[in-house]
């Protein structure tokens, strides 16, 4: 439901000039980023980081600049190793990072990405790939194919956080030819100006450069958007952790509902002395049974348990801002058109800041996307 709010249409971007004579320029800047921001479909990773922000409590977007895509030695043998297709040679690009892998100096001065010293993002590749990729440092390769250093592997099923044991018995089944995955950490420290890429094992860097966005320092090449800010922390809270525990206590009277439910299925009685074979006669539905059998009133549920989940709910919705108008359910009978035209305004208020913090987010890609373009574009 609120979503939508933040994002629901392609985004394009107005931009104005700051000075009289830059009107034209401004023209050209303004289609040219509308254009590539349409023709790599950036607005997709966008919607991804509003579900991030709304469901984990932040978003990480990663925007850049190819001007050379990653390649090996032998590409005839060793095929493609760079296989996201929005990673174009010399274009910019947009990408969602998983907020649960990325990390950023926690002793920043007001404890934001924008004040950190350094921030590293880390992801899983096909160890085969890192060892034929020849934007890595050959010695450091060797290294590894030596057995110096043994980088630690794992499945594909592992990376995104599926428990092995879990796995047994279908594994076999499910073996990916990406199972052999080793972790990769880039890190981007900010003091020294420089970009680094760490195998998880080794403390030699397969990739030590200067800063490549000089035209960005001292920028990180990553923004980042909380939903609930939190003083003094460095990540925001989502709206699942904002209302767990009316949502624990919501589920535990859903749960006692239905053993409720579940005892209330209908049995009967036999009086004392009733001869068991007439119990069992009975209970296959025989014509002629004797004995004396009352069937046993089932309690009723009571309806305190709906009062206790419809105030919840309640409390869920004014925690969240979502109420009735925003999630489209049905209003109470005889509501107004000025009534609604109310609730709609203010819940449009609740979500102002929210929604502002999003843009404030978007701007900030946009920015930097453009200032890649205005670096790199030579036509």
């Avoid at 254009?35 to 997709?44: A, L, N, Q």
């Avoid at 046993?296 to 869920?316: C, G, H, T, W």
């Amino acid at each position: 439901s609120i979503v939508p709010f933040l994002i629901n249409d392609e985004i394009k971007f107005l931009l104005k000039p700051q000075r009289p004579g830059d009107d034209k320029s401004a023209m050209i800047q303004q289609a040219l980023l509308n254009y590539e921001w349409r023709k790599r479909k950036m607005t997709g990773a966008m919607k991804e980081c509003a579900r991030d922000m709304i469901i984990i409590g932040h978003c990480i977007a990663k925007p850049g600049y190819t001007v050379e895509v990653d390649e090996s030695k032998k590409p005839k043998d060793d095929g493609v190793i760079n296989y996201a297709d929005y990673v174009k040679l010399d274009a910019p690009y947009v990408e969602r990072v998983n907020p649960l892998n990325f990390i950023f100096d926690l002793s920043a001065k007001d404890g934001t990405l924008r004040t950190a010293r350094w921030c590293a993002e880390s992801f899983f590749v096909p160890y085969a790939d890192v060892l034929v990729n020849k934007d890595y440092n050959p010695e450091v390769i060797g290294m590894l194919y030596s057995g110096d250093y043994s980088p630690p592997t794992q499945t594909f099923w592992s990376s995104i956080g599926v428990d092995p044991k879990s796995m047994k018995g279908i594994k076999g089944s499910f073996a990916l030819p990406e199972d052999n995955l080793v972790r990769l950490i880039e890190v981007w420290d900010k003091k020294y100006e420089k970009r680094m890429i760490f195998s998880d094992g080794c403390p030699i860097p397969l990739v030590a450069e200067d800063w490549p966005y000089s035209h960005l320092a001292p920028v990180f090449p990553y923004v980042m958007a909380k939903y609930i800010d939190v003083p003094n922390q460095p990540y925001g809270l989502g709206l699942p952790r904002w209302i767990e525990d009316q949502q624990v206590q919501l589920n535990r009277a859903a749960t006692l509902e239905q053993d409720v439910m579940r005892k209330s299925r209908p049995r009967t009685a036999a009086s004392e002395g009733t001869n068991p074979e007439e119990v069992v006669k009975f209970q296959n539905g025989d014509d002629i049974v004797i004995g004396d059998f009352k069937p046993i009133q089932p309690a009723d549920l009571s309806q305190m348990f709906q009062v206790y989940k419809q105030n919840l709910e309640r409390v869920m919705e004014e925690m969240s801002g979502a109420d009735a108008l925003l999630q489209g359910a049905r209003l109470p009978s005889r509501t107004t058109a000025g009534e609604i035209g109310t609730r709609a305004r203010l819940t449009g208020l609740k979500l102002d800041q929210h929604v502002e913090d999003f843009e404030e987010f978007v701007e900030e890609i946009a920015t930097q996307v453009l200032a890649h373009l205005k670096k790199f574009r030579t036509t």
